[in-house]
Nanobody, 119 residues
């Protein structure tokens, strides 16, 4: 059974840090690019960060560049999102997504973890 399980969300003060984790099961993790998205009520889900299947390349939304870092450990089937210098506007539900890096495209989504940045 395919599963992506996010963890690490919670309440943090502005300027604080959190590390999100997404652990995968049920598919060959090392064949999938991974990404983090976030969504707030009434808005579309937006890409936050992405990493290739081998971890050699990453990209970030402009709003998080220099503050967030995506990484992965293929031996642990886990992708991480280190979030530093958090701002209230980072408050959202954060979702993990996997996408197979060869045809045909296969996508999986996690159920999300809530991050709240507030004093």
């Amino acid at each position: 059974q395919v599963q992506l399980r996010e963890s690490g969300g919670g309440l943090v003060q502005p300027g604080g840090s959190l590390r999100l984790s997404c652990t995968a099961s049920g598919f060959t993790f090392s064949n999938y690019a991974m990404s983090w998205y976030r969504q707030t009520p009434g808005k579309e889900r937006e890409l936050v960060a992405a990493i290739t299947s081998a971890g050699g390349s990453t990209n970030y939304a402009d709003s998080v560049k220099g503050r967030f870092t995506i990484s992965r450990d293929n031996a642990k089937n886990t992708v991480y999102l280190q979030m530093n210098s958090l701002k209230p506007e980072d408050t959202a539900v954060y979702y993990c997504k996997s996408q197979r890096d060869y045809y045909p495209t296969v996508l999986y989504w996690g159920k999300g973890t809530l991050v709240t940045v507030s004093s």
